[in-house]
Nanobody, 123 residues
Framework: QVQLEESGGGLVQAGGSLRLSCAAS????????MGWFRQAPGNEREFVAA????????YYDDFVKGRFTISRDNAKNTVYLQMNSLKSEDTAVYSC????????????????WGQGTQVTVSS
């Protein structure tokens, strides 16, 4: 099993940047694909980005491609989401998740979830 804890959320102005972190504990971190998802009030949870266990493959939702970067440090058991050029539409609770296999965008394919961290972008 894997336990996940996000940090780094907060309030930022439109056009600004934030870096989210997700610290993992438990099982071998590098054996898991890691993903970031977000959920805005009244909306379904949606995929943001995913990264393979060795960091060699990344996958982004079209809405964040070119603005967000997912990365991981397996020595620190941590995955990151660098968010640049933030927009008000990016306001949501961001959660990290873990699964085995290949990076994917389907929420139900992820087995472990963190509690989430709030990101609020003011316009």
């Amino acid at each position: 099993q894997v336990q996940l804890e996000e940090s780094g959320g907060g309030l930022v102005q439109a056009g600004g940047s934030l870096r989210l972190s997700c610290a993992a504990s438990g099982d071998t971190f590098s054996s898991y694909v890691m993903g970031w998802f977000r959920q805005a009030p009244g909306n379904e949870r949606e995929f943001v980005a995913a990264i393979s266990g060795n960091g060699g493959t990344t996958y982004y939702d079209d809405f964040v491609k070119g603005r967000f970067t997912i990365s991981r440090d397996n020595a620190k058991n941590t995955v990151y989401l660098q968010m640049n050029s933030l927009k008000s539409e990016d306001t949501a609770v961001y959660s990290c998740a873990a699964r085995r296999g290949v990076p994917g965008a389907v929420t139900g394919e992820y087995d472990y979830w963190g509690q989430g961290t709030q990101v609020t972008v003011s316009s």
